[in-house]
């Protein structure tokens, strides 16, 4: 009898124990991780998948950690870019520092930098990034064409996807052309003139970061 009973009550104890190690285990692993992210470890995360109240709130961290880490990625980019403008002496070495420099940045593997020659009518490329400048013709002001032609004629960024098979903008393999996955075209101005265009390709695609970036360049050329 007494053996039994000692069995029951230990079953009991362990079944009692469970709902509470269920709680304290994940709540443990969240104020941990909390901890963490507050002494400024943002590649921490809670990893927790439950439907009730503590995997809504290790869900919750993560979020805000990712979010975190976004902002200040974004605060270092555009800190690296603007480093790069202020530094610059000569249009034409702002035009290529800071092609190069946004490549870099957003993971671009193609771009060019258009700038107007008011005498000439007509926008030319005076720096290149994975592309010939030969094949970038002369953008007539009158007339412009394509994507850069486009972002010219609204005087704003344009983002596309759908990539025309007329862009000058292609990656050379040994199997022939093939079209980038995404092209974006910055228009760069000042008093209501787009002095300067700048694009972008690439075969992988731009994330938020990239976008926020080149948003806040153009504001800030503009503004200036």
Known sequence: MYVLASTYFYTLSLHCALPLCNISSPLALITSV?????????????????GDELGSLGSSLDNMADSLESQMTIQ????????????????????????????????SQLGAFHLLDPDANRYIAIATAGVSEDLLAPINIMDPAGEIGRAIELGSIQHIKDISADTVFRFKTFTGDILPKEIITIPLIIKGNTWAVLSLATMHGYNFNHLEVIKYLQAVITTG
Do not use: C, P, Y
Request: aromatic letters at 2%.
């Open 34 to 50: 909390a901890g963490k992210q507050s002494k400024g470890n943002l590649d921490v995360r809670n990893r927790i998948h439950r």
């Open 76 to 107: 270092k980019d555009i800190s690296d870019v603007m480093d790069i403008i202020v530094i610059a002496d000569e249009i034409t070495d702002f035009g290529r520092n800071v092609l190069l420099k946004l490549t870099e940045t957003t993971t």
